[in-house]
């Protein structure tokens, strides 16, 4: 048995009918171009064969003396875990996110190793999808994004076993030691821990009770307002999704001077922006949001490896640029703040400077007095083309967790040159949550207009259409010279066959 880190055993101690603590991820494939009819049917019946799991997939949680701990499922059955669905007609991607909402609000049974895989297939061009949910206390954001990478090939001639019964270096590398360390050791363990942990502590603490400047950019705890977003939540789940141009994302940050995280942050605040207005909901003071800082380049060490930071989202600005740069600002203030700090002080300085949430939603006092009002994640992806038995994958959706007074999850994912864009709601809460999508969209071309991008791009397209016209005068002229001569040529071969 191996025992569950602090942050890992929070998201089962969190966990509740109406406050499921998993993630997923929705992939959507297209098949060879030889694929017979029955390719998911073929696909499913190979990975049958595959009986057995390996670790992460094959732990489960147990509870004992108050801690939780991972061991091994002797009992572990493969039809449990992979399920077979078809979308109802007409198979649209409307219908697909449909059915994700629904699956991502069941729980899973912990009696179990805590993952679920889904393949479903129906839709338009024998295209189908896998929707692949994982507990958050075995698995983070990053952790399942590489997972997944990892799993898939990056040919369409190379097949790979399927994600269960793969082996993944950072969960099946065991450090075996041939006497276990001596009290001394332990205690110089710990103490070596606690020199990191206590001054992240005491940082986290002071971000708790400091107030911030009129000048600073800086988000701290409770400087959130009020939202519709901060409310009790119900079970029932509405997800939304879109990929957009990474490029032009890109374009925007050399434009504004930003990177792309900020303009991701930018583009949210202003679709937030949007919604609330059209709720009447809007106010005055800046929404701020809750970032996951991944820290797994600091170590190999597996489960959840984050810190946070908080950033203002400015949306109390109304000029698209200018809340980018304050945002800009907000995001600086805070990496300046957590860059220094070795990882273990990273993980403590943001756990403690979150802590009162659990408090808050006990009580119900996060719902006037919110710590942050919505979550943004940005999770990198991988940049090649992947496949799964062939089968191209096109593109990629996360899918996170809402929770009490944090009725609204915006966390978005690489793939190539892409960016998935995954609104994870309680559907009681946020009404209309697809329209969430228009305003994303509205939000990057009111950046793009800002900073001129629009109009580069019709100087460029004009360039380019009155280059196509030169050249087709140059085709054009030349041949009716040239046509002259073998016009008789012609002629007489015409009358030939004639004759």
Request: glycine share 6%.
């Amino acid at each position: 048995m191996r025992a569950l880190n602090p942050t890992d055993s929070a998201f089962l101690w969190m966990e509740t009918r109406n406050q499921p603590m998993h993630v997923a991820g929705l992939n959507i494939y297209t098949p060879p171009e030889d694929a017979e009819p029955d390719y998911v049917g073929r696909l499913l019946a190979d990975w049958g064969k595959h009986l057995s799991a390996k670790p992460p997939f094959n732990q489960r949680p147990v509870l004992k003396m108050g801690l939780w701990y991972w061991e091994e499922d002797q009992e572990f059955e493969l039809d449990y875990h992979v399920r077979h669905l078809a979308l109802p007609h007409p198979g649209r991607i409307r219908e697909l996110l449909a059915m994700v909402s629904r699956l991502h609000g069941n729980l899973m049974d912990r009696n179990r190793p805590l993952w679920e895989i889904y393949v479903i297939e129906g839709l338009p061009g024998g295209r189908f999808a896998t929707y692949t949910k994982i507990h958050h206390a075995l698995i983070d954001g990053v952790s399942g994004a590489k997972l997944m990478a990892q799993s898939l090939s990056t040919t369409a001639e190379e097949q790979k076993p399927p994600v269960w019964d793969q082996s993944f270096p950072k969960y099946t590398r065991a450090k075996r030691v041939s006497t276990p360390p001596s009290l001394l050791q332990q205690l110089a363990n710990v103490a070596r821990a606690g020199r990191d942990i206590l001054p992240g502590v005491g940082s986290g603490l002071w971000d708790i009770v400091r107030s911030g400047s009129d000048h600073s950019a800086s988000a701290l705890p409770f400087q959130a307002p009020p939202t519709p977003f901060n409310v009790e939540i119900s079970g029932s789940r509405r997800f939304a999704s879109q990929s957009y141009s990474l490029a032009r994302f890109k374009r925007i940050g050399e434009a504004a001077g930003a990177t792309v995280n900020d303009v991701t942050l930018a583009i949210c605040a202003g679709a937030l922006r949007k919604y609330l207005e059209a709720q009447n909901a809007l106010p005055k003071k800046p929404l701020v949001a809750m970032v996951p800082v991944s820290l797994h380049g600091e170590t190999e060490a597996a489960g959840n490896q984050v810190s946070v930071l908080l950033a203002s989202l400015a949306t109390h600005i109304a000029d698209p640029l200018k809340r980018l740069q304050r945002i800009v600002q907000s995001t600086k203030e805070a990496k300046e703040r957590l860059l220094p700090m070795p990882r273990l002080q990273k993980m403590a300085h943001g756990i403690t400077s979150i802590s009162p949430m659990g408090a808050g939603m006990v009580t119900g006092t996060a719902r006037k007095r919110p710590l942050f009002n919505v979550v943004i994640s940005n999770v990198p992806g991988p940049t090649e083309t992947l496949y799964l038995n062939g089968a191209r994958l096109d593109e990629v959706y996360p899918v996170s967790i809402a929770t009490h007074y944090l009725a609204l999850n915006i966390t978005i994912s690489g793939y190539g040159d892409n960016l998935g864009f995954g609104y994870i709601a309680c559907r009681r809460s946020v009404p209309a949550l697809q329209r969430m999508l228009d305003y994303t969209q509205s939000s990057i071309q009111e950046l793009e207009a800002s900073l001129q991008l629009q109009d580069a791009d019709r100087a460029v397209a004009k360039k380019k259409t009155a280059a196509r016209k030169v050249q087709l005068k140059e085709v054009v002229a030349k041949p009716a010279a040239v046509k002259k001569r073998p016009a008789k040529a012609k002629t007489q071969s015409a009358r030939a066959l004639a004759a």
